[in-house]
């Protein structure tokens, strides 16, 4: 057999090799079968994030009701949002919040090779990174799908890649701050983490109104069921102190 007829023979192992990680996409299968990935932390605690921004219209908003209950979440970031809106992330940081990465434009992993994949996300990393002074350490993939180059990247570039066990929805045309609600609290669980939208950046238009109205009956509900929340950093279900993040628990 030719080499080219090798290359062509090998084209869907690759393929499907690729592609594996996508069924990491199915809730109840990562809930139960990767609870590192799925960011399931200690019982007693539930991790708060937010994926899209930084926005300068609606991540203020957000920013300001988290004070309001002296709450801080995680951000997952968008490398390219964040450089045009420094002082913002700057902000975020300064607040409290943990800084993490969404990539730096938010287009599907699974649709790109090795090196684009590499090359997003250390060009996100590095962007955060200088803007706050130290690199991210949490990752989120765009649509939280995974890819097999997606992994090999987070690892080369000290990435721990973290997706959710419940989230709102809060993206579709038609939400609601009650259907956001619901949703959420359907599967909120101690140990969960929470996925909200502080930007319409792949949003229905305004949607982050829904969100910001969801937002404290969802963090009522966790306080009636005596749930701490904050980021994921807080969220170390181990004894050594790694979280769902890998990184040591902060304060809240």
Same mark, same amino acid.
Not at 7 to 18: I, Q
């Given at each position: 057999?030719?080499?080219?007829r ?46 899209d ?41 300064g ?12 287009r ?18 590095? $962007? ?25 990247? $987070? ?32 599967d =909120? ?5 929470? =996925? ?57």
């Open positions: 057999m030719t080499g080219r090798l290359l062509r023979a090998a084209l869907p192992a690759v393929a499907l090799a690729h592609a594996a990680p996508v069924i990491s996409t199915l809730g109840p299968l990562r809930n139960r079968s990767m609870p590192r990935l799925a960011g399931q932390g200690r019982a007693d605690h539930v991790a708060l994030t937010f994926d921004g930084p926005d300068p219209v609606s991540t203020p908003y957000f920013l300001r009701l988290l004070a309001a209950r002296n709450l801080t979440a995680t951000f997952f970031l968008l490398g390219e949002a964040a450089s045009r809106n420094p002082s913002l992330v700057r902000e975020l940081a607040a409290g919040h943990e800084i993490a990465i969404h990539g730096w434009l938010h599907p992993l699974l649709l790109r090779g090795p090196k684009a994949t590499h090359d997003d996300l250390a060009r996100a990393r590095d $962007a955060v990174g200088s803007i706050i002074g130290a690199p991210p350490r949490l990752f989120r993939p765009p649509y939280g799908v995974m890819s097999a180059s997606a992994h090999v990247s $987070a690892r080369l570039l000290q990435l721990t890649p973290v997706l959710w066990t419940c989230w709102g929805e809060d993206w579709r045309r038609g939400a609601t701050p009650a259907s956001v609600y619901r949703t959420v609290t359907s =909120l669980r101690g140990g969960g983490t929470i =996925l909200l939208h502080d930007s319409d950046c792949t949003s229905a238009p305004g949607s982050w109104h829904n969100t910001l109205g969801a937002l404290p009956p969802i963090l009522d509900e966790c306080e009636r069921r005596n749930l701490t929340v904050g980021p994921l950093r807080n969220h170390a279900a181990s004894t050594n102190g790694a979280g769902a993040g890998g990184t040591s628990p902060g304060t809240q």
